[in-house]
């Protein structure tokens, strides 16, 4: 089968930790030990997650005193590509000897005049306690929002409508390269009246552009990995209760919250609408789990799930050829 794999920047840089390069590249050797037995024996894209990572090194270029204006978020999100793909790269490599990698930089096409540049929800960087978020937010200018306990900045995310390189992805999976690619949701880019594309200040939900991705590249599964076992019904409640199967419909319902858990659910219920196979959210940790029914949140047209012998995979030589 072919699986699209997107890892949640909190599942790569735990709630709480440190940002040392140490720290990040422990959690991604981790991450990566949990999926390489999905890529023994499937075709295997991994996007990622970025929101920590470039939170921090906004925060360094805002700080930075040689600097005329920070670097900016197109370019930051380049550079959370560049790292966190080398440290996937390595750890795939060291992890599936033989095997071909490829980590690569993306640029994601968005519309100039999706609503949410004036409506920024998109998390990004640390955590914060109220009184600091909203110091930061004074001084930097920024826009800040609670997400669960803490504070945090957000930005705007418009939606994906492509990713520019996706023939380049398809070649390499062809070749039988596990690809690392669309980090961050790829770099966020427009087409200018020339024509021409241009980087834009903003971050793309990494989820939804997987969905995008996988659905370019006729995906039999879409795996949405992060730091919590499943989509809870009333999270956070007395009454909180996990769910661990739906339809798309169903789970479109649910009153989840649109800076977090919403950008998941809507990334896997576009992906089943769209294809009609399956797209799961679960913990990193479960993936091999969750694709075998046992684990996560798993979404299928008729809400139901055995494994993957309820699967129809489409590659074939004529979807290889494509």
């Known amino acids: 089968m072919r699986i699209v794999a997107a890892l949640g920047g909190n599942a790569l840089l735990e709630r709480g930790q440190r940002p040392d390069a140490s720290v990040q590249a422990a959690n991604v050797a981790r991450a990566v030990r949990a999926l390489a037995p999905l890529a023994e024996e499937h075709e295997l894209v991994l996007t990622h997650g970025n929101g920590p990572q470039v939170g921090v090194l906004a925060l360094q270029s805002a700080s930075d005193p040689s600097l005329t204006t920070p670097y900016p978020f197109d370019v930051l999100g380049a550079q959370t590509q560049g790292m966190i793909g080398y440290w996937l790269l390595q750890s795939l490599q060291n992890e599936l000897p033989g095997r071909q990698v490829a980590s690569i930089i993306n640029q994601t096409l968005v519309s100039a005049d999706d609503p949410a540049f004036a409506n920024p929800t998109k998390f990004i960087g640390e955590v914060y306690d109220e009184q600091r978020a909203h110091q930061l937010a004074t001084e930097r200018g920024w ?111 649910e009153d989840l919250p649109a800076g977090s858990m919403g950008p998941k659910v809507d990334a896997a219920c576009r992906f089943v609408e769209v294809t009609g196979d399956m797209a799961a959210i679960g913990r990193l940790d479960d993936a091999e789990a969750i694709l075998a029914g046992k684990a996560g949140t798993i979404v299928t047209p008729a809400g139901q799930y055995g494994g993957p012998g309820d699967l129809s995979p489409t590659r074939g030589p004529a979807r290889r050829a494509g």
Request: charged share 25%.
């Open 143 to 253: 826009t800040v929002r609670q997400d669960g306990a803490g504070w945090r900045r957000v930005i705007g995310s418009p939606r994906p409508q492509r990713v520019v390189e996706t023939r380049l992805i398809r070649l390499l999976l062809n070749s039988d390269a596990v690809v690392v690619c669309a980090g961050g949701g790829g770099v966020p880019v427009i087409r200018n009246e020339h024509g021409r594309l241009q980087g834009v200040e903003a971050v793309v939900d990494k989820d939804l552009t997987a969905a995008v991705l996988a659905e370019a590249l006729d995906a039999d599964v879409l795996l949405i990995l992060t730091d919590v076992p499943h989509v809870y019904r009333g999270y956070g409640t007395p009454g909180e209760e996990p769910i661990l199967r739906a339809t798309p419909a169903a789970l479109r319902r």
